[in-house]
């Protein structure tokens, strides 16, 4: 039977950053996981925080630093947009507390640097997103792979493709500026899954493009703004992993339509499809050699409608019973190099090597009840 996290007292959470995916840690890190509750919210925007705290029947709403002073929190939760995970987490660090971030870790590669480095001079952690992987669909394409269905992995390709963002986004400029781009937007789902799949990456090449210099704005309220792109709409990248195993990466904003998978991979003795990383469940198939057609693989593991925050639910968990936790900030550290590599290649035509090392998380076990993960 597995060993399940059932601490005397939940792990405090305090969650940063009171916007739209707020919602569903809210609710997820509150109300079900049974080793976390949330013990206090902030934002720059104080009416947000009391919003989200009104909601979820959260006791306190606070201002950043006032929540970072509460000694009962131990887990900061970052859900702030990118340009201040670097600061909010930073700020949780100095203050004794772990930090767990919405993806990306940072925008430079430097700061999630700095931050890997604090948390380890402080014997605290870091942890963040993307947690689809821990996810019922990527947990059971890791599961096939680890039994040998598909023998050894030779392969993978990924393809994460659309036309950007300003025809529906309300305020859609920050998506082509530095840190935008398709790559550091949707890169960390599709990376985080194949590290988790076929573990850490050893380098990566890669060539990039900007295709459309101006991109004009079609929703509201910005209709007719034009903006400059500033970073590039279209990454091709090729990554070799640490186990021998070749990735193809391509994230684009510049292609109106296409009927490439989100991500498969190529073993020696079959195939595999692997769901939308940037989803919990989905439908995984397999074609083994000599068959005549895929298969659908019935799911082997739960989480597989919204569960985002099982990451912090896991994270708590290993402070608990001292054993790593699975978005750990070694993998998400290793997902930003690999993004920063695919574009500092591609300008400086030559392979980029990985100085950053992180351990493939440890597999979900099965059979866990669908508020709790594993001690
Ligand atoms: N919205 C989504 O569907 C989605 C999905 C996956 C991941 N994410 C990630 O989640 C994060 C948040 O996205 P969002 O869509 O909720 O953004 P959002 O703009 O709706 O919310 C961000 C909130 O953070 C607050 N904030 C900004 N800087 C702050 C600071 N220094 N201190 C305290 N509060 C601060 C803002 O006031 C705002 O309320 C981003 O990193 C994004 O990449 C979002």
Redesign the pocket.
Known sequence: MTALSLPKQPAGIGI???????SIYFRNLHQRFRNTTVLAC????LE?AKARAEEFGVQHACT?EELMKNPDISIVVN???????Y??CMQALQAGKNAY????LSVDLEQGEELQNAAAARGLRVGG??DTFLGGGIQTCRKLLDEGWIGEPVAAAAFMMGHGHESWHPDPEFYYKKGGGPMF?MGPYYLTALVNLLGPIKRVTGSTRVTFPERTITSKPKYGTVISVDTPTHIAGVIDFECGAIGTLVTSFDVWSHSMPCIEIYGTEGSMRVPDPNGFGGQVMIRRAGASDWSVIPLTHGFAENE?GVGVADMAAGLVSGRLHRASGDLTLHVLEAMHGFHIAAREEKHYAMKNQCRRPAPLPMGLPSNAVDA
């Open positions: 940063v950053g009171c916007g739209n995916i707020s902030a934002d720059l925007d947000r950043p859900l702030t947009i990118p340009n201040a995970h600061s909010v971030v919405e993806k990306p997103a993307p937007d985002r």
